[in-house]
């Protein structure tokens, strides 16, 4: 037991991440150093039990099945469908095409999952268009962006999976406590900018007047039921209890490849593309959840997690004073982290304490998943931000991104306090349904 090397570690770890070193080899590094320096050659004899239960965890199984069904479905052409058919939809409205942009990416997420995918293609569809309407570069941008990463949120989401394998707890309940607080989510972006095109209609002008907007019921049904499919098929088998979510997994990568399909996209060259990106983001996941382990195991062998919990006992206005300190921390470290590293470094330390003060694991575990949407747009290091910049068309600035995603990170700020106040939110489906 050396509290004082623990603290030593993961300070170490912070300024080599800060550095710019890739993550899984600074965590197993990090771990390799101070474990055998400290705990002794004996480590080496623990670690690889460790690694052998994460290759044997059959939940993590979803990871893999999840990122091919949100790959697929993006080579579909689903999302360009989705924006062309909601947009005209929603044209009359004031702010209609960005609370179309809303809608598609809570479709897109609830289907994919992959902010990356999502993000790229609604800034290569719909920004160019925002723009030609008339829509400020801000909103636009920000809308986008916002609306890109509601897939960490919505259900079926890996971070819920990663989230359900290290706290300890069912992931189909994770999706059930999710769905709630990601349509609260839906419709403070929506209300937003709906107020915001109201107070100022030159932001945010409607496309259509009169007539032109009403769009043939076959068209809109045509984009709407291949994600509701896909929705239904995946968390309906889960909420019904008719499958776990890793059989659900495999019916959305199942149900992904036949919609592409019955579009008439898919080819050979399509899988092989496909295949190729899920093993490769598959293994950016299971290297760095592998460096974590490590980092995991010496961190608690040297008593870090003891002295970690002293430490937040002594902090004022008791549990809850512990909980907006925990979620300040995560929200500073989206600024610098990727969601994968948080989860890995933060939540193995974090839960057991959250737990041993009396805090519901499920609900916990939906605040951490909101507080870590916002690390896809906070700068420096918002990944939502540089995929949105990637695509933008010319007359885009980053200055412009970045004052755009300010609003919609204050209403998931809002949402996150929502759900403290109202933890109903995210445990009231996982038991009505559990029962």
Same mark, same amino acid.
């Given at each position: 037991?050396?509290?004082?090397?623990?603290?030593?570690?993961?300070?170490?770890?912070?300024?080599?991440?800060? #550095?710019?070193?890739?993550? +899984?080899?600074?965590?197993?590094?990090?771990?390799?150093?101070?474990?055998?320096?400290?705990?002794?050659?004996?480590?080496?004899?623990?670690?690889?039990?460790?690694?052998? $239960?994460?290759?044997?965890?059959?939940?993590?199984?979803?990871?893999?099945?999840?990122?091919?069904?949100?790959?697929?479905?993006?080579?579909?052409?689903?999302?360009?469908?989705?924006?062309?058919?909601?947009?005209?939809?929603?044209?009359?409205?004031?702010?209609?095409?960005?609370?179309?942009?809303?809608?598609?990416?809570?479709?897109?997420?609830?289907?994919?999952?992959?902010?990356?995918?999502?993000?790229?293609?609604?800034?290569?569809?719909?920004?160019?268009?925002?723009?030609?309407?008339?829509?400020?570069?801000?909103?636009?941008?920000?809308?986008?962006?916002?609306? $890109?990463?509601?897939?960490?949120?919505?259900?079926?989401?890996?971070?819920?999976?990663?989230? $359900?394998?290290?706290?300890?707890?069912?992931?189909?309940?994770?999706?059930?406590?999710?769905?709630?607080?990601?349509?609260?989510?839906? #419709?403070?972006?929506?209300?937003?900018?709906?107020?915001?095109?109201?107070?100022?209609?030159?932001? +945010?002008?409607?496309?259509?007047?009169?007539?032109?907007?009403?769009?043939?019921? +076959?068209?809109?049904?045509?984009? #709407?039921?291949?994600?509701?499919?896909?929705?239904?098929?995946?968390?309906?088998?889960?909420?019904?209890?008719?499958?776990?979510?890793?059989?659900?997994?495999?019916?959305?990568?199942?149900?992904?490849?036949?919609?592409?399909?019955?579009?008439?996209?898919?080819?050979?060259?399509?899988?092989?593309?496909?295949?190729?990106?899920?093993?490769?983001?598959?293994?950016?996941?299971?290297?760095?959840?592998?460096?974590?382990?490590?980092?995991?195991?010496?961190?608690?062998?040297?008593?870090?997690?003891?002295?970690?919990?002293?430490?937040?006992?002594?902090?004022?206005?008791?549990?809850?004073?512990?909980?907006?300190?925990?979620?300040?921390?995560?929200?500073?470290?989206?600024?610098?982290?990727?969601?994968?590293?948080?989860?890995?470094?933060?939540?193995?330390?974090?839960?057991?304490?959250?737990?041993?003060?009396?805090?519901?694991?499920?609900?916990? +575990?939906?605040?951490?998943?909101?507080?870590?949407?916002?690390?896809?747009?906070?700068?420096?290091?918002?990944?939502?931000?540089?995929?949105?910049?990637?695509?933008?068309?010319?007359?885009?600035?980053?200055?412009?991104?970045?004052?755009?995603?300010?609003?919609?990170?204050?209403?998931?700020?809002?949402?996150?306090?929502?759900?403290?106040?109202?933890?109903?939110?995210?445990?009231?489906?996982?038991?009505?349904?559990?029962?």
């Amino acid at each position: 037991m050396n509290p004082e090397a623990a603290g030593w570690m993961f300070l170490t770890l912070t300024i080599l991440l800060l #550095l710019g070193f890739p993550v +899984a080899f600074t965590l197993m590094g990090t771990a390799l150093f101070f474990g055998v320096y400290f705990i002794g050659w004996n480590f080496l004899n623990l670690l690889p039990l460790r690694i052998w $239960g994460i290759m044997t965890n059959f939940t993590l199984v979803a990871v893999p099945l999840f990122i091919f069904m949100g790959v697929m479905l993006e080579r579909s052409g689903l999302a360009q469908e989705l924006i062309e058919s909601m947009g005209r939809l929603f044209g009359r409205l004031k702010g209609g095409l960005a609370i179309s942009v809303v809608i598609v990416g809570a479709l897109l997420g609830a289907s994919t999952g992959i902010v990356g995918a999502t993000v790229v293609t609604m800034g290569l569809l719909a920004l160019p268009t925002m723009m030609e309407r008339g829509y400020k570069n801000e909103l636009s941008t920000g809308t986008i962006a916002a609306s $890109g990463t509601l897939g960490q949120i919505i259900p079926p989401s890996i971070v819920l999976v990663l989230l $359900g394998d290290i706290i300890g707890v069912s992931v189909g309940a994770l999706f059930m406590g999710a769905v709630i607080p990601g349509l609260l989510l839906v #419709l403070l972006y929506c209300i937003y900018i709906y107020v915001k095109a109201t107070i100022r209609p030159e932001d +945010a002008p409607p496309i259509f007047d009169g007539d032109n907007g009403k769009v043939p019921l +076959a068209t809109t049904l045509g984009a #709407l039921i291949p994600p509701l499919f896909l929705m239904v098929a995946v968390l309906g088998s889960i909420f019904a209890g008719i499958a776990s979510p890793t059989e659900a997994a495999g019916v959305g990568a199942f149900g992904a490849t036949l919609l592409c399909i019955l579009k008439g996209r898919f080819t050979l060259k399509v899988l092989g593309e496909v295949a190729e990106s899920t093993c490769r983001l598959t293994s950016m996941v299971f290297i760095i959840l592998v460096g974590a382990a490590a980092f995991g195991l010496v961190f608690r062998g040297l008593g870090g997690d003891i002295f970690l919990r002293g430490v937040i006992t002594h902090i004022p206005y008791g549990k809850w004073g512990v909980l907006f300190i925990v979620m300040g921390i995560v929200f500073v470290a989206g600024f610098f982290l990727d969601f994968i590293e948080i989860t890995f470094i933060h939540i193995p330390v974090l839960a057991p304490i959250m737990k041993h003060l009396g805090f519901d694991p499920v609900w916990f +575990a939906i605040l951490f998943a909101i507080n870590l949407q916002t690390s896809f747009l906070t700068p420096p290091f918002g990944f939502a931000l540089f995929y949105l910049k990637g695509v933008a068309p010319p007359g885009v600035t980053t200055p412009e991104i970045y004052r755009g995603i300010i609003p919609f990170v204050i209403l998931q700020i809002i949402a996150l306090l929502v759900v403290i106040v109202v933890p109903e939110l995210a445990t009231w489906l996982p038991q009505v349904l559990g029962d």
